[in-house]
């Protein structure tokens, strides 16, 4: 099956310090990519939808000059928490349906967990 | 836009037992209803999905209903065993969307022996 990778797995930084989390399709091309933030017993939120080649776009109440997306591939996506404080803290999940696909399958990569101190 | 709620928030049953999850919908015109298992610290993972043109999947102990014209899908584990136990969540799929999910609160499984 389609397999999604997260790097990292695990950050742990001081306030203030920007932190940069890959989300990459290893075995299919992805358009689209979305990002997740999930806080503790809690659902995921859907923070922006990462588009290959154009501008993310965010969601409601979600700060685009702080969470930066760059979507430079097919295959690779990128979200930078900027300035990060103690409540950015949580576990952020990339999910991508494969090219091509209508309304399938989202696979999902296995999270980066982030501390801020 | 889509609202998706999903009910009992938690869910004991006993080991063998069935279990029964369901969730309910806003937009009629959404057409893609899946679920998804997560256990603690770790990713989702698809576990059945439906079409809005299908009303029952099944995949061995697990099933799936669909009623359009109630806008509820439902969840049901028969036989269920320990390693059920995790964090389950039904989603949904607006036409139009470019594959986006709108997701339900999640429900905790716990399964006692």
């Known amino acids: 099956g389609a397999v999604v990778s997260q790097h990292p797995s695990r950050v742990i930084c001081k306030s203030g310090t920007s932190v940069k989390i890959e989300c990459r399709s290893l075995d299919f091309q992805a358009t689209t990519m979305f990002w997740y933030r999930q806080f503790p017993k809690q659902s995921l939120m859907l923070m922006a939808t990462s588009n290959e080649g154009s501008k993310a776009t965010y969601e409601q109440g979600v700060e685009k000059d702080k969470f930066l997306i760059n979507h430079a591939s097919l295959t690779l996506s990128t979200l930078t928490v900027t300035s990060a404080h103690p409540e950015d803290s949580s576990f952020y999940i990339c999910?991508?349906?494969?090219?091509?696909?209508?309304?399938?399958?989202?696979?999902f990569g296995p999270g980066t967990r982030l501390t801020v101190l | 836009g889509e609202n998706v709620e999903q009910h009992p928030s938690t869910l004991s049953v006993q080991e063998g037992d069935s279990a029964v999850i369901k969730c309910t919908y806003s937009d009629s015109a959404s057409n893609y209803f899946p679920w998804y298992k997560q256990e603690l610290g770790k990713r989702p993972q698809l576990i059945i999905d439906i079409r809005s043109n299908v009303g029952e999947k099944k995949d061995q102990r697990i099933a799936v209903t669909l009623n359009k014209t109630a806008k509820h899908f439902s969840l049901h584990i028969t036989e269920t065993q320990p390693e059920d136990s995790a964090v389950y969540f039904c989603?949904?799929?607006?036409?139009?969307?470019?594959?986006?999910?709108?997701w339900g609160a999640g429900t905790k499984l716990i399964i006692k022996p």
């Open positions: 999910s991508a349906p494969p090219r091509g696909k209508v309304a399938d399958t989202q696979y």
């Open positions: 989603a949904a799929n607006p036409l139009g969307s470019n594959y986006q999910l709108i």
